[in-house]
């Protein structure tokens, strides 16, 4: 157990709509990052947040966006969706500022779109 | 662009015998990092190395740092149905804040 909580697990929608993915980090842990991740691919960096303020930003599409709240809880926006969003969506956190400290790994929420 | 290339993309073997994925580049990078992420899980961080020539041993799993610091290998003893998943490499690059990721080696070991 990485001490990261991600909610939902599984998510079945149709296009054009919107989610929210929810994320709850490693007690102490100030940074949070969220990956997407395509069919046995690697991880595609989305953004990060760190003690609430934004990061980093990475390959993350306009109709996606992401905010960190004051406990530090982190919720991933997935507007306008379209089939191509179908992906596994993970979350990390880090004590530190930067992403090359050890991440530790939510086990991720699988969205499909229809 | 700071790029880190996985090879082999896919691994299938039987139990008992040995192996090594490589993770190579043309950049340098002040540390890389191998995590094993398995089905229905999000990635562990197995191993940071940091210095030219850097050589760490997990168990059955041995991890080098190339001299030059652009790339790295990660070689399995006597493979275990247990090590079956996806092995991902990450660098830290320029910015030394941020990870690049490879697109990860999926080994699956039959028993």
Same mark, same amino acid.
């Given at each position: 157990?990485?001490?990261?909580?991600?909610?939902?697990?599984?998510?079945?929608?149709?296009?054009?709509?919107?989610?929210?993915?929810?994320?709850?980090?490693?007690?102490? &842990? +100030?940074?949070?990052?969220?990956?997407?991740? $395509? @069919?046995?691919? %690697?991880?595609?960096? =989305?953004?990060?947040?760190?003690?609430?303020?934004?990061?980093?930003?990475?390959?993350?599409?306009?109709?996606?966006?992401?905010?960190?709240?004051? &406990? +530090?809880?982190?919720?991933?926006?997935?507007? $306008? @969706?379209?089939? %191509?969003?179908?992906? =596994?969506?993970?979350?990390?956190?880090?004590?530190?500022?930067?992403?090359?400290?050890?991440?530790?790994?939510?086990?991720?929420?699988?969205?499909?779109? +229809? | 662009?700071?790029?880190?290339?996985?090879?082999?993309?896919?691994?299938?073997?039987?139990?008992?015998?040995?192996?090594?994925?490589?993770?190579?580049?043309?950049?340098?990078?002040?540390?890389?990092?191998?995590?094993?992420?398995?089905?229905?899980?999000?990635?562990?961080?197995?191993?940071?190395?940091?210095?030219?020539?850097?050589?760490?041993?997990?168990?059955?799993?041995?991890?080098?740092?190339?001299?030059?610091?652009?790339?790295?290998?990660?070689?399995?003893?006597?493979?275990?149905?247990?090590?079956?998943?996806?092995?991902?490499?990450?660098?830290?690059?320029?910015?030394?804040?941020?990870?690049?990721?490879?697109?990860?080696?999926?080994?699956?070991?039959?028993?």
């Amino acid at each position: 157990d990485s001490g990261v909580t991600q909610t939902p697990k599984h998510l079945i929608t149709a296009t054009g709509q919107r989610v929210t993915l929810r994320c709850s980090p490693r007690s102490g &842990d +100030l940074s949070v990052y969220w990956y997407q991740q $395509s @069919l046995d691919q %690697g991880l595609q960096f =989305l953004i990060q947040y760190y003690n609430g303020e934004e990061r980093a930003k990475g390959n993350i599409l306009e109709r996606f966006s992401a905010q960190q709240f004051p &406990d +530090l809880h982190s919720e991933l926006n997935l507007s $306008s @969706l379209e089939l %191509g969003d179908s992906a =596994l969506y993970f979350c990390a956190s880090s004590s530190g500022l930067a992403e090359t400290g050890e991440l530790f790994f939510g086990e991720g929420s699988r969205l499909t779109v +229809l | 662009t700071q790029l880190l290339e996985q090879s082999p993309q896919f691994l299938s073997i039987q139990e008992g015998e040995n192996l090594t994925v490589y993770c190579n580049s043309s950049s340098v990078f002040s540390s890389l990092q191998w995590y094993r992420q398995e089905p229905g899980e999000g990635p562990v961080l197995l191993v940071t190395v940091v210095t030219g020539g850097e050589v760490k041993k997990l168990k059955r799993l041995t991890f080098q740092f190339g001299d030059a610091r652009k790339d790295s290998s990660l070689h399995i003893t006597a493979a275990q149905p247990g090590d079956t998943g996806l092995y991902l490499c990450a660098g830290a690059g320029d910015s030394n804040y941020q990870l690049i990721w490879g697109a990860g080696t999926k080994l699956i070991i039959k028993p």
